[in-house]
C-alpha cells in the first residue's frame, strides 16, 4: 500500500525564518564572502533567500546588534568596515572582562567542569586540522564560555556579547596568517594548564596576554601609525608591570 502523503501543487515551498537568514548572512560576513564596507542591497539580498523584506529586515537589526553592519542614511546597510580603534577598545574591554569573570570562576571549576574546558580546547585543535575557521570558532566560544562561568549572569552576559563582537576581527586574524594558530593553541593550553593547577591569577594573566596578543597584531596590520592605548592600558591592570613586554610583539 502506497503511504505517502502527497503534496499539493498549490503548497508554497518553506520559506527561510528569520533564524535562517540571520544565520547565513553572518557566516557570509564572517568569512569575508560579503566585504567590509559593502552596501547590503535589500531587495537583491530577499530575492536570494527567497524571503519577504520583513524577515530579511529583522535579520539585518539582529546582526546589527551585533555590530555586524551598521544603518546608513535612507536606511541603508553596510557591513561594518574594519577600523583598528575599534578593535584596540574592544579587546581592551575583553581583557578586563574576561580578567574578573575568571578570576571569579577558576577558584570554583568542579572536576567536571574542568574536564569540558579541556573538551572544548580538544575540538578547537580537531578544529584547527580543517583549516576552516568556522570549525575551531565553537568550541572557540565554549571555551571562552566555560572559563568565566560562575561569574554571574551580567557580567557572563557583557563577556560573550564582547566576544562576539570580536569574532568578525578574529576570524580575520585567522584569515590574514593561518600560523597564528600555532601560537593561539599554546596560549589556550596554558590557560588551561593555570585552571588545573587552580592558580586563578595566573589564568588570568595568560588569557590577558592571549588577547592582548591578538589586538596587538591586528592593529599592527591595520595601521601601524595607531598606538593600541586602551589595549596596553588594559593589560597594565592586570599583567605586572615588569611582565607586560611578553605579551607584546
Not at 535612507?74 to 581583557?95: C, K
Not at 568565566?148 to 586574524?173: M, N, S, T
Amino acid at each position: 500500500m502506497h503511504t505517502d502523503t502527497p503534496v499539493s501543487p498549490r503548497t508554497p515551498a518553506r520559506r527561510p525564518g528569520v533564524r535562517a537568514v540571520y544565520a547565513r548572512l553572518r557566516e557570509e560576513i564572517l568569512n569575508g564572502w560579503i566585504a567590509p564596507g559593502e552596501v547590503l542591497n535589500q531587495v537583491h539580498l530577499a530575492r536570494r533567500f527567497g524571503v519577504s523584506r520583513t524577515p530579511l529586515r529583522e535579520a539585518l537589526r539582529m546582526l546589527e546588534a551585533e555590530g555586524l553592519v551598521r544603518a546608513r542614511p535612507q536606511r541603508r546597510m553596510r557591513v561594518t568596515a574594519i577600523q583598528a580603534e575599534e578593535i584596540d577598545v574592544l579587546y581592551a574591554q575583553r581583557i578586563l572582562l574576561e580578567s574578573m569573570g575568571i578570576a571569579l570562576t577558576v577558584p570554583l571549576l568542579r572536576p567536571d567542569e574542568l574536564r569540558q574546558i579541556r573538551e572544548a580546547l580538544e575540538a578547537m585543535h580537531a578544529g584547527e586540522e580543517t583549516g576552516d575557521p568556522a570549525e575551531w570558532e565553537e568550541p572557540h566560544r565554549r571555551f571562552h564560555a566555560l572559563l568565566v562561568r560562575h561569574a554571574g549572569h551580567p557580567l557572563v552576559r557583557a563577556i560573550v556579547d564582547a566576544g562576539e563582537r570580536a569574532e568578525l576581527y578574529r576570524r580575520l586574524f585567522v584569515r590574514t596568517d593561518p600560523m597564528t594558530w600555532a601560537l593561539t593553541r599554546k596560549e589556550h593550553d596554558a590557560v588551561l594548564e593555570a585552571c588545573l593547577r587552580r592558580e586563578a591569577e595566573e589564568a588570568v594573566r595568560r588569557n590577558a596576554r592571549h588577547l592582548a596578543r591578538t589586538a596587538l597584531v591586528l592593529v599592527g596590520r591595520l595601521d601601524p601609525e595607531l598606538e593600541p592605548r586602551a589595549t596596553r592600558q588594559a593589560l597594565r591592570f592586570v599583567v605586572p608591570e615588569g611582565r607586560v613586554a611578553e605579551a607584546v610583539p
